[in-house]
């Protein structure tokens, strides 16, 4: 299978995810897409020293794996392009804060590491709340929840226009590598002098399938807004999102106290 | 949306459209279609076919004639009036399937007209009933075979209950039996037809009217069977008799 297939195959899976009937999925979108925004708010607010209470935190994306049957080694996979980013960030700390603050079997350690390990994970916690995120809503929901916040009509739609773009492109890509692969059989990749005819080909082919999606949607009475289903909002909507906000807030302000 | 028109529901005159000013694509049509008819237009490659239909539902909107559509002119002013009563299936069910699952693509078009919710899932209901396929419902749109898809993307249409449904090569890339499925279906639609197909023997099995153009020109306007069966009329412009022909004749 080509990495192209593989990548289409790993979107696919993706909006299965999106699709499932668990009630994870069925929380209304707006409460779902705040938690997020308010987790990675209250996580990244910790102290560079906060370690133990920062620990505790790890509380809500263990909740969305376990209770979302989510598979954590496919998340790590997926998230696998950004992890090295946001966890490597505070790499360089013990080398310039090189204060002992903590002493574990009499082993001393630098603020530098802790901040260093906060920092990990505090990025990791992000990237792991913004992957339960994405499991368990799609992006037209998510979109939906965009609107309601009242973020401009402009840059919603450009994130779907993108989301639906990406896959006639990434389908584009698919076909001319696997045209061009079947006949060159023994060459191991692309050659270079063919990646310009092939690049070209891929945008004017993207492009002229874009525009048929474009047209189709301008044919139903787009008008340059998407009209989304509107979710009716049930109890357990605000119940959710306002218990794990509480439960956050304990975390923030009274554990840190204690630990 | 059905207007209840039951007269002349399409009117063209001496419609000519070019993309370049050097080369006319269409030249001088003349076509009047009623509702409830289902009609034909064959014709050997790049002869314009595909033009007229984006004519049809103003994709094109600069051409020279006449071109009214339920009874309002294909202008930019009223394009929107026009696509409320016109549904177009795409040659390539890709480009019409864009949202996740079926039922959000089949209710696509009746939310953009901004009906309540409760008539949204009343059209796709009828929808996917009329085509088949309500099993389908929520399923996801790259799941879904060859034949599922050419279903699926009728009934995007037919959530819009147009009074005009355009299908550009529907029986394109399907099996025998998707292929006989699909015009039992267009049988079952009352709405007026035109349909756009190389599938000679498809036209004959579901179009009572057949077009022939070549070269820009309506050559021949008439009953299928009668343009179907005229080999010399065929031969004439690229085409050859369909396979059915032979049993018939």
């Not at chain 1, 263990?62 to 966890?87: D, N, Q, T």
């Not at chain 1, 310039?96 to 990990?120: P, Q, Y």
């Not at chain 2, 007229?52 to 009036?81: I, P, R």
Request: glycine content about 8%; proline content about 3%; some cysteine.
């Amino acid at each position: 299978m080509s990495s192209i297939e593989k990548n289409i195959r790993e979107l696919d899976k993706l909006q299965n995810l999106q699709q499932r009937s668990h009630w994870m999925n069925s929380l209304h979108p707006l409460g779902k897409l705040l938690l997020s925004i308010f987790y990675i708010f209250v996580t990244v607010s910790f102290d560079k020293y906060s370690l133990a209470p920062l620990i505790v935190m790890a509380i809500y994306p263990l909740f969305g794996f376990i209770v979302g049957e989510l598979s954590f080694k496919e998340g790590i996979y997926r998230m696998r392009l950004i992890l090295p980013l946001v966890i490597f960030v505070g790499i360089f700390n013990p080398f310039f804060d090189k204060r002992i603050i903590l002493e574990v079997a009499g082993i001393g350690i630098s603020g530098g590491v802790i901040s260093m390990l906060t920092l990990m994970l505090k990025g990791f916690y992000s990237v792991l709340s913004a992957y339960i995120l994405i499991a368990t809503t799609s992006i037209d929901d998510i979109c939906y929840a965009l609107r309601i916040l009242r973020v401009p009509k402009q840059i919603v739609i450009v994130i779907m226009l993108i989301y639906r773009y990406f896959g006639v492109m990434a389908a584009e890509a698919d076909r001319i590598t696997t045209a061009y692969k079947l006949r060159a059989p023994k060459q191991n990749g692309i050659h270079y002098k063919a990646w310009g005819t092939l690049v070209g080909q891929w945008l004017l082919r993207s492009m002229d399938r874009a525009e048929d999606v474009y047209e189709s949607m301008l044919l139903r009475g787009f008008t340059g807004d998407f009209s989304m289903r509107k979710h009716k909002t049930a109890a357990t909507d605000i119940l959710y999102p306002a218990i794990w906000g509480l439960i956050f807030l304990v975390i923030r302000f009274f554990l840190i106290k204690i630990l | 949306m059905q207007t209840g028109i039951s007269g002349e529901i399409l009117k063209i005159e001496n419609l000519s459209f070019s993309y370049e000013k050097t080369q006319q694509v269409l030249k001088d049509i003349n076509l009047t279609a009623v509702d409830g008819e289902s009609i034909g237009i064959i014709g050997a490659n790049g002869i314009g076919k595909t033009t007229l239909m984006k004519l049809l539902v103003g994709l094109y909107t600069d051409y020279q004639g006449t071109l009214e559509v339920a009874g309002h002119q294909v202008n930019k002013k009223n394009l929107a009036h026009i696509r409320e009563h016109i549904g177009y299936v795409f040659q390539d069910s890709d480009s019409q399937l864009f949202l996740s699952t079926i039922e959000d693509d089949v209710a696509f078009g009746p939310r953009n007209y901004g009906l309540s919710e409760e008539e949204v899932e009343k059209r796709v209901t009828e929808a996917l009933e009329k085509v088949h396929i309500s099993e389908l419902r929520n399923k996801q749109t790259y799941k879904l075979s060859g034949g599922e898809k050419k279903l699926a993307s009728i009934a995007t249409i037919l959530s819009m209950k147009p009074d005009i449904i355009i299908m550009d090569e529907p029986s394109i890339a399907l099996d025998p039996r998707n292929r006989r499925n699909l015009i039992k279906i267009l049988n079952e639609i009352d709405s007026l037809k035109i349909i756009t197909s190389h599938d000679l023997d498809f036209i004959l099995d579901t179009c009572e009217r057949c077009l022939l153009l070549d070269e820009g020109r309506i050559i021949a306007d008439g009953g299928s069977r009668e343009i179907l069966m005229d080999k010399e009329l065929l031969e004439a412009h690229g085409l050859e008799l369909p396979l059915s022909a032979g049993r018939m004749s």
